[in-house]
């Protein structure tokens, strides 16, 4: 096996933010379970070229030809992997997502248009438009039977009447952090029928596409389904949550429509600068010799997944398997857990660092998010703690 299991100590010792940043009231440590890192290090692929890089000195600002390496790079892993098909020149490096959402809100969003954020959401996307003076429209997503069996879906209905309500743009995450969704080609084209009776963009947050867990349910990306797709979509992907590099930031925004991308490159140099060269090189590596690795990866979360999903099965706890991504969403609604909320009754009681319901979403102070990218020892001991609390 390539991935490397890492001790709680040599975690806490070489100061991962994941097992480091949430310490109890007391001050004690916890199980890191929060944050969107993996405890695995990364493929030995991805090590060797981020050494080889500093071995040669590439530790100035980006060559010239950084941008079309990781561009061909992105290009045909997409094709491989996914079966779309991105010419390079319609990709551009950018620093990290986020960045890559800012300034799509900053340069493409008309002034003061609300943001559309369907939740439960990754936390900046409900604090990242109030930046530049766009207010937040959460449209809390479909659950239960409401949601056709799929244990999570898209208010459709919602998020037309935010578009009514003239949003300008639709946060789109694909696969679904945090609830784990993948989304079906189905789901996709209903809400592209919605977004295209408006004057309204996507920013499709693919980030953890190459984390699909379910290997029967293909990913698609919104903007690969057309033209019409693309023409309204940013999509912003990258190596760093698949490969475990998120500290070297680095991504790619990818714009098949030529007149949006011609709007992208008026700012695209401001956007580009910050990208790290080293994580740059990594996500080349990744994207190009990295597969390997990462099935061993998913292995290991799929297990995890697989021993959460048995332990909660007959406990008042919420869990839906997820389809994709590490990171799970646990709901406690029929549960007394006193007057904390859940992440901090598990903080304090049970000692293990997980994120806030509410900060995901106004509707979901009951519930908690888990990273599950962790040894086996690790998950063990998150499900005995937390069944421990019932």
């Not at 033209?227 to 475990?244: D, E, I, L, R, Y």
């Not at 909660?312 to 007057?339: K, M, N």
């Not at 599950?372 to 703690?385: G, K, Q, T, W, Y």
Request: proline share 6%; net charge negative.
């Amino acid at each position: 096996m390539s991935v490397r299991l890492f001790s709680d100590s040599h975690l806490y010792r070489t100061g991962s933010l994941k097992w480091t940043g949430i310490t109890t009231a007391a001050g004690e440590p916890t199980i890191g379970a929060w944050v969107a890192e993996m405890d695995f290090g990364t493929a030995p692929e991805v090590a060797d070229a981020m050494k080889g890089a500093i071995d040669d000195g590439l530790l100035g600002y980006q060559p010239t030809w950084l941008e079309p390496r990781i561009a061909g790079a992105t290009a045909e892993f997409q094709k491989r992997r996914f079966g779309w098909d991105v010419d390079a020149s319609q990709v551009r490096l950018v620093a990290s997502v986020l960045p890559a959402l800012e300034a799509t809100i900053a340069h493409l969003v008309r002034p003061g248009a609300p943001i559309i954020v369907p939740t439960p959401a990754y936390m900046p996307f409900l604090t990242i438009p109030g930046k530049f003076d766009h207010p937040v429209i959460e449209v809390p997503s479909l659950r239960g039977t409401r949601a056709l069996g799929r244990g999570w879906a898209l208010d459709l209905e919602g998020i037309r009447a935010g578009l009514e309500a003239g949003a300008g743009l639709v946060i789109l995450c694909n696969p679904w952090n945090p609830v784990g969704r993948v989304l079906r080609e189905d789901e996709l084209r209903a809400l592209h029928d919605v977004v295209s009776d408006y004057d309204a963009l996507v920013f499709s947050d693919e980030i953890h596409s190459s984390l699909v867990l379910d290997e029967s349910i293909p990913f698609v990306s919104y903007a690969s389904l057309g033209a019409s797709f693309a023409a309204h979509t940013v999509t912003a992907t990258a190596a760093s949550k698949g490969w475990n590099i998120a500290g070297l930031p680095s991504a790619q925004v990818i714009l098949p429509d030529e007149a949006l991308r011609e709007r992208w490159d008026v700012f695209a140099a401001d956007v580009r600068h910050d990208a790290n060269v080293i994580g740059t090189l990594g996500a080349i590596a990744a994207y190009e010799r990295g597969d390997a690795w990462q099935r061993e990866v998913k292995d290991l979360i799929r297990s995890n997944v697989d021993l959460v999903e048995r332990a909660l099965a007959d406990t008042p706890i919420d869990f839906v398997r997820p389809e994709g991504t590490y990171l799970t969403w646990w709901g406690f609604d029929s549960i007394d857990l006193g007057p904390l909320s859940p992440a901090a009754t598990l903080r304090e009681r049970a000692r293990i660092a997980a994120n806030e319901g509410r900060t995901l979403g106004a509707d979901y102070a009951s519930w908690a998010r888990i990273n599950l990218a962790c040894s086996p020892d690790v998950a063990s001991r998150i499900v005995e703690r937390v069944l421990g609390l019932l």
